[in-house]
């Protein structure tokens, strides 16, 4: 502090040496660099006349905020940096030069912080860098102020979803040559935001096949190959499994009346890339059957395969079975040229139908064709009907039914009905004489002379 030296009442005169050594003091005590007041103060505000303040340090102590104006007032810099300690303002970097506080920009009441530059980087170097909200806000992420654009919306709290919203009718565009959903070991879900049908193609649905799911109750799911293309599901097994009752359907959507082009619903074919198909001779395309209880146990009861038995050959179809009955229930069955066999070497076979149904042998599925109808039921008959004029031809013997002279008087015929009596012998009647019902006499008569039985 300088002493100058003063007298109590005014206009009183100091003396020479008293004035001397005021300068003296003043001199002495004068300021070289603002640097040398260790406290200084302003009394009003500070104008840097548009140059640049440099090496601003707060020592031991706080910084509640840093403006910087022009000479017309205007705020050039307006940093708020609230409980800091050790902070510098150099370089045109805000930093902290001891521990690890953090820095908080804060804008006055609903303020907004705006970053006026063309890329903006976060992160300290290789560290993981973290972009949030303060407190339990959401965060949204969007161009031009939010007007006009899409929006990425991270919702706060537990379970909070993220919502990517394109503005209009954009699309949401995962640009990489893997995506993944799920979270760890949870399954996942990729579904519609509401009622609409989800497609899944490629290159945009641009000369693509489709798997398209159908929305609402019972709706199909459509796989729809490209062109020619085939719909491949690779494995030494495929299952294809379902909880209605009716079983899984197979079969071919046919839009036109034309006979040309009529695919099978169900096809099983054998691929040997390694060899040529006159190599392939009884290698089987195979489709099996089985069931499955609730043990989770399965049972096979058979399969029915197609073999290639070599060039000019026709192909050999073979239904085999296991131990258990295996019935197949047919419509109607078309079989190519060849030869149909039924049964095994070892056992017989049985060809019934599978109800109260008769059994009808014909040619050309019944046209212009004879018939053998074994009818159902007691006492069921056999008929054989030839075609128009046609002849029943047997090549052998013909055998008929034999009775006693007893038996068959018991019992009563019809037009047509012939049988051979086993104990005919008396008189001009060997044994084995052919009768037949006689209607006029209502009885069984000789056939040789109508003689009664």
């Known amino acids: ?43 009003g505000n500070l104008d840097v006349n548009e140059k640049t303040l440099t090496g601003v340090k707060a020592v031991q102590g706080n910084i509640d905020g840093i403006t910087i104006k022009n000479s017309s007032g205007t705020n050039l810099i307006s940093v708020g940096i609230a409980g800091v300690d050790y902070c510098t303002v150099n370089a045109n970097i805000v930093r902290t030069v001891s521990g690890d506080e953090s820095i908080t920009i804060q804008p006055n009441g609903t303020g907004d912080i705006n970053l006026s530059a063309d890329t903006v980087v976060v992160g300290d170097s290789a560290a993981a860098a973290t972009i949030t909200t303060n407190g339990a806000g959401n965060l949204t992420i969007s161009t031009n102020s939010g007007t006009n654009s899409g929006t990425i919306v991270i919702n706060q709290g537990a379970d909070g979803n993220i919502a990517l919203t394109p503005n209009g009718t954009g699309d949401v565009q995962l640009v990489a040559d893997t995506v993944v959903v799920g979270d760890a070991a949870a399954a996942a879900t990729i579904t519609t935001n509401g009622a609409g049908n989800l497609t899944l193609s490629t290159n945009a649905g641009t000369n693509s096949g489709t798997i398209a799911i159908t929305q609402g109750a019972s709706a199909n799911i459509t796989v729809t190959p490209n062109g020619t293309g085939l719909f491949l599901v690779s494995g030494q097994t495929v299952g294809v499994r379902t909880n209605n009752t009716t079983g899984v359907i197979i079969g071919r959507n046919q839009t036109t009346t034309s006979g040309a082009y009529q695919y099978p619903a169900l096809m099983a074919q054998k691929v040997r890339t390694d060899i040529l198909t006159a190599a392939m001779t009884l290698e089987p395309a195979t489709i099996g059957f089985s069931t499955r209880d609730s043990a989770s146990v399965n049972t096979n009861f058979g399969r029915l395969s197609c073999s290639y038995q070599g060039t000019g050959s026709n192909p050999f179809f073979r239904a085999s079975v296991s131990v258990d009955t ?91 009905d012939v049988a051979a009596v086993t104990n005919s012998a008396g008189g001009s009647h060997p044994n084995g004489m052919l009768a037949f019902w006689d209607t006029t006499n209502a009885r069984w008569s000789y056939v040789h002379d109508n003689s009664a039985v």
């Open 1 to 43: 502090m300088t002493t100058i030296v003063t007298r109590a009442g005014k206009g009183s005169a100091l003396t020479w040496t008293e004035g001397d050594s005021n300068f003296t003091n003043l001199n002495t005590a004068k300021l070289e660099n603002i640097s040398e007041d260790l406290t200084p103060t302003l009394g």
């Open 326 to 416: 295996f019935t197949t229930n047919l419509d109607c069955a078309i079989i190519g040229v060849g030869t149909a066999q039924w049964g095994n070497t070892t056992g017989g076979y049985t060809h019934t139908t599978p109800g109260a149904g008769n059994l009808t042998l014909s040619t050309n599925q019944g046209t212009n064709s004879g018939t053998i109808v074994i009818t159902n039921g007691v006492n069921g008959a056999i008929t054989l009907t030839p075609n128009g004029t046609g002849r029943v031809t047997i090549g052998n013997p013909l055998r008929l039914a034999s009775y006693t002279a007893a038996a068959l008087t018991a019992l009563t015929g019809a037009v047509g």
